[in-house]
């Protein structure tokens, strides 16, 4: 992840995945502060959701002028398609964790493949997504029952919506429009995991 102030001009960047020595770091094209652009050029600087197909992302890249050569847009067809079902899978899943109603069917299993979609796809910018809807799972899977007899009465449900939450806050989520909140909610369920709304909703 990475965050450009405009204010400072400070550049800060935050790895959500360990780094070999080496290794080459790429960033994705994407306009983050389109308060300060003047609206009539903001049309130009699109954000590439790197949830979209690839057809979608090379369109939106042509504003940048150039064609993308990494290995994920120069994937073969086939290992394309694969890659884009498991990213609308993504979607569904996080769709269906993000349903609060009694007939959903999210579960922390489903968080936890989740958290496997995004590792298998790389997309390490935006799983502090996916950890947050770990953390509310979890959250909601736990109990007070589950900690009984456990180190501090906690019990590992909990633990992992914490261990969730933290990792959330620490990395950051690119739901637009929508980080500081969440990064806030995040922080209090970490915090106090009891207290949240998310607690027990679906244990
Ligand atoms: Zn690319």
């Not at 502060?33 to 903001?42: A, D, E, Q």
């Amino acid at each position: 992840m990475y965050h450009h102030d405009p204010e400072t001009l400070v550049h800060s960047t935050i790895a959500a995945t360990n780094i070999a020595e080496g290794e080459e770091i790429t960033i994705t094209c994407e306009y983050s502060y389109p308060h300060i652009i003047p609206p009539t050029l903001l049309t130009y600087f699109t954000d590439i959701d790197l949830l979209e197909p690839r057809e979608k992302r090379l369109e939106l890249l042509q504003v940048w002028g150039f064609s993308c050569t990494c290995p994920q847009c120069k994937l073969s067809n086939h290992a394309n398609l694969a890659s884009e079902a498991r990213v609308a899978k993504i979607g569904r899943y996080q769709n269906m964790l993000a349903d609060w109603s009694s007939s959903s069917g999210g579960t922390p299993e489903m968080a936890e493949e989740l958290m496997k979609l995004y590792e298998k796809e790389k997309l390490w910018s935006a799983i502090g997504t996916g950890h947050m809807y770990a953390a509310l799972a979890w959250n909601a899977a736990a109990s007070v029952a589950d900690g009984y007899g456990k180190e501090g009465g906690v019990g590992e449900k909990e633990k992992r919506a914490v261990w969730h939450a933290r990792r959330s806050v620490e990395i950051g989520t690119l739901a637009s429009g929508a980080v500081e909140n969440n990064r806030k909610e995040m922080s209090q369920l970490a915090e106090k995991p009891r207290e949240h709304w998310s607690w027990g909703l679906r244990a």
